[in-house]
Nanobody
């Protein structure tokens, strides 16, 4: 069964850091573009970042550029989202996704989704 499993969410103060992880099955990890989306309370799910396997490339939404870093460990079938300088506007449920297009900001281009991990940034 193809699946994505996220971890690493939690409560952090403004200015702090968190690292999210997403582990995928081997087939997903070797085939698809990996992405992170987030959904704040009462808002639509929005694109955060994407990473391509080969050649390795990343793409970020403007609001996280310079603060978030998306990386992958091919040996572990895992991607990571390092989030620094967090602010309350980053509060959301973060979803890992596997898609077919790079970079794509559209939810419809992503075929597999994780269950989400909650990030809360206090002021």
């Amino acid at each position: 069964q193809e699946q994505l499993v996220e971890s690493g969410g939690g409560l952090v103060q403004a200015g702090g850091s968190l690292r999210l992880s997403c582990t995928a099955s081997g087939r997903i990890f070797s085939t698809y573009v990996m992405g992170w989306f987030r959904q704040a309370p009462g808002k639509e799910r929005q694109f955060v970042a994407a990473i391509r396997r080969s050649p390795s490339m990343t793409y970020y939404t403007d609001s996280v550029k310079g603060r978030f870093t998306f990386s992958r460990d091919n040996a572990k079938n895992t991607v990571y989202l390092q989030m620094n300088s967090l602010n309350p506007e980053d509060t959301a449920v973060y979803y890992c996704a596997a898609g077919v297009r790079f970079p794509s900001l559209s939810l419809s281009d992503y075929r597999y989704w994780g269950q989400g991990t909650k990030v809360t940034v206090s002021s």
